[in-house]
């Protein structure tokens, strides 16, 4: 037999941005509880919300707990009974406790002997009861950005609890969270049917949700919303914007969508795009509006969380409060426009970067230095792009707009940069220097721009480590992973020959002229974080950690081949016969260099025996050949010739003793021979690292 669940916390007014992740915690939780408590459920699990609820829906659910089987081991069958066969005080008594007859126990035969034990079928609770202790710790264990406290209630949670309807096969399941009793009853739209709801089951609940103007389900609530911005837009012979984000914001605060154009003056057109497009945006969740050329139209659309009575006066509202969003955004861009962009380089001299770090003019001109550098390895005759580009990419920092709107820095450094008559490359890269600005985001097309996004991310890495403010497991407050992640990503993504060690020791260099900088500590730990951060992009990425470990361990300088290099290590392991015992080999040529401190050359007069002249030969024969295909980045190639020293190292392994103490010369030349052989498999991997 099987039911139904339905359980739905009212809240206040849930963040927008907090929402999403809410509901998918709710449902998680759920399906951990579940399976954890063995209560079977053969229907559907969803979770929906509002920015006044979570809901959670089962159907299909076990009324009771599965069954448990329980065993205890008791005393030793030889301590149980006597040389008889009579029960022993031992097994009355374990039989006793148990409440079973004596000659009820079992016996379990285990390594250490036979022991009496009791097989005990434990009958599931009724999901009911689970459920009255379930539910709450649920609530409880959804995490939140931020939590809020109110009144004397000590319980946290996103927003005070106002309602909890909590029904199984349409009986309340009994509790309390945070001083609210679950209950039959929910409520309805805010404004449009504010009334208590009794709900009898699933079904009712459903029913009067839709009558009371709310849609619970945000794929529907979103598909309503997308509806009525384009049926709105058309009114006035638009489009709206196409915007994920904004559109999954707005669904998530109304319960019922209603839409409405308005419009604003044409004279606002002449402020770039993305100004009009923010300040509607941002501030105001409004979408632009585009007409059939892809130009912006002096039209925007307003959600609303209610059906308006007389939309001109809602539109007039709306109309009302972006004016003067708008005025606010001329004014700063004439002030801005009085002055170039360039000029306001000086102006970074008054805004401090960090205290210990200086101003950020001081960081401009370190990054500015590194990007030269970095120019000078890859794009030789930019460097006077470079240069530009490392002055200008700030100087939006200090402008009106990017102080009202904080979203637009770069934007705004592009569009000053143009207006002030710029190359476009350079404009481009003000903005792309910004690039990746999150995990997985888009790259920087401008090399110019990818440059100075480098510098400007090293200088940063390295300058918060040398004063101390690294990143821990709970607090990265600048924001370094990503940074180091973004480096990395650049440097794949331009496939440039860069050392990342010879770029962190120019960063360091830099910096220490203006800050203390202990330089081998810094470098060590910069270099090691940058390390870590490569390793998990790659499991990430669903490598193996053992294939991850075996490559960023010999090789972690030149990043740009080293995810070509595993993925081919990978294909390799998974296709070729000769991968087990290539590893096996090479294990057994390590655990006899273990401690060998010296190195020694080889000798090919000092062999005594046929099998080490055949290794040599097969090492010298594939030797020169594997490195031009590991330099061509053929990895494949170079180990499919690295295998054919497999079955010559096993002949040298069977037939002399490498350590031999009759000759230290002979012992020395077996061990060069083998230095040789590691030297080449390292070049490539460290296959110790493999679990075989």
């Avoid at 408590?37 to 599965?66: D, H, M, S, W, Y």
């Avoid at 699933?202 to 609530?221: C, F, H, T």
């Avoid at 101390?468 to 020959?497: K, M, Q, S, V, Y």
Wanted: include cysteine; proline fraction near 5%; aromatic fraction near 8%.
């Amino acid at each position: 037999m099987a039911g139904e669940l339905l359980f739905e916390i009212g809240t206040e007014e849930i963040p927008s941005d907090f929402l999403d992740e809410g509901i998918k915690q709710l449902g998680q939780l759920a399906e951990s509880a579940f399976r954890d408590n063995l209560i079977r459920i053969q229907g559907k699990l969803q979770t929906f919300g509002t920015p006044r609820r979570l809901v959670l829906i089962a159907e299909g659910v076990a009324k009771n707990q599965e069954d448990t089987v329980q065993e205890i081991t008791g005393p030793p069958k030889s301590a149980a009974f006597d040389p008889q066969g009579n029960p022993t005080k031992a097994a009355l008594g374990f039989a006793k406790k148990q409440g079973i007859p004596v000659d009820q126990l079992g016996t379990l035969k285990t390594p250490k002997g036979e022991y009496l034990y009791v097989k005990r079928k434990i009958p599931g609770r009724p999901a009911p009861d689970l459920l009255s202790e379930i539910l709450p710790r649920m609530v409880a264990d959804i995490s939140w950005p931020k939590s809020m406290r109110w009144g004397s209630i000590g319980f946290p949670f996103v927003r005070p609890i106002h309602w909890i309807l909590a029904l199984f096969e349409g009986k309340v399941i009994p509790f309390e969270i945070a001083g609210i009793l679950s209950e039959n009853k929910t409520r309805g739209h805010r404004f449009m049917a504010p009334h208590v709801l009794e709900i009898k089951n699933l079904q009712d609940y459903l029913r009067k949700m839709a009558e009371s103007s709310v849609i619970i389900n945000q794929e529907e609530r979103k598909h309503a919303v997308k509806e009525a911005v384009t049926k709105a837009a058309e009114a006035v012979s638009g489009t709206p914007m196409e915007d994920a984000e904004l559109l999954s914001t707005v669904t998530n605060l109304v319960e019922f969508p209603s839409a409405v154009s308005g419009a604003f003056d044409e004279a606002f057109l002449n402020l770039p795009d993305p100004v009009l497009i923010t300040a509607m945006k941002k501030h105001q969740k409004y979408f632009a509006v585009y007409n059939g050329q892809g130009h912006l139209m002096p039209h925007f659309v307003a959600v609303n969380n209610t059906v308006a009575r007389d939309e001109s006066v809602v539109s007039k509202g709306h109309e009302r409060v972006l004016r003067a969003r708008l005025a606010d955004a001329d004014f700063f861009f004439k002030e801005d426009r009085k002055r170039t962009l360039l000029d306001k380089l000086e102006d970074l001299k008054g805004v401090i970067y960090q205290a210990d770090l200086g101003t950020s003019y001081a960081k401009v001109q370190r990054f500015m230095r590194l990007g030269e550098y970095l120019a000078e390895q890859v794009l030789p005759g930019r460097m006077d792009d470079v240069r530009l580009a490392s002055k200008l990419c700030k100087c939006d920092l200090v402008t009106e707009m990017v102080l009202e709107f904080p979203t637009l820095q770069g934007v705004m450094g592009e569009e000053y940069a143009r207006l002030d008559g710029h190359p476009e490359e350079i404009c481009l890269a003000v903005r792309e220097h910004y690039l990746p600005d999150r995990a997985g985001g888009e790259l920087p097309t401008s090399p110019i721009g990818a440059i100075v996004g480098m510098a400007d991310r090293m200088d940063t890495i390295a300058g918060c480590f040398a004063v101390g403010l690294e990143p821990t497991g709970a607090t990265d407050p600048f924001a370094l992973r990503r940074h180091a992640l973004a480096i990395i990503r650049i440097l794949e993504a331009f496939a440039w020959n860069l050392s990342l060690q010879d770029v962190l020791s120019r960063a360091i260099a830099i910096l220490s002229k203006e800050v203390p900088v202990q330089k081998d500590l810094v470098f060590e730990k910069v270099l090691d974080f940058f390390r870590e951060r490569y390793k998990q992009l790659l499991l990430r990425s669903d490598h193996k950690s053992d294939l991850v470990e075996a490559v960023v361990s010999v090789a972690f300088d030149h990043i740009s081949p080293l995810r070509e290099r595993v993925q081919q290590l990978e294909k390799f392991s998974r296709e070729s016969e000769d991968f087990e015992s290539l590893v096996l080999a090479f294990k057994r040529v390590t655990n006899i260099l273990k401690k060998e401190k010296e190195s020694f050359d080889v000798n090919p007069d000092r062999f005594r025996e046929p099998c080490e002249k055949n290794l040599w030969e097969a090492y010298q024969e594939i030797e020169d050949d594997a490195r031009r295909q590991m330099e061509k980045r053929n990895y494949y190639e170079a180990l499919e010739l690295m295998a054919r020293l497999r079955k010559p190292v096993d002949e040298l392994f069977e037939g002399v003793e490498i350590l031999t103490k009759e000759d230290p010369e002979l012992k020395n030349n077996r061990v060069g021979m083998l230095q040789a052989l590691a030297r080449l498999f390292l070049s490539l991997a460290d296959f110790s690292k493999f679990s075989i």
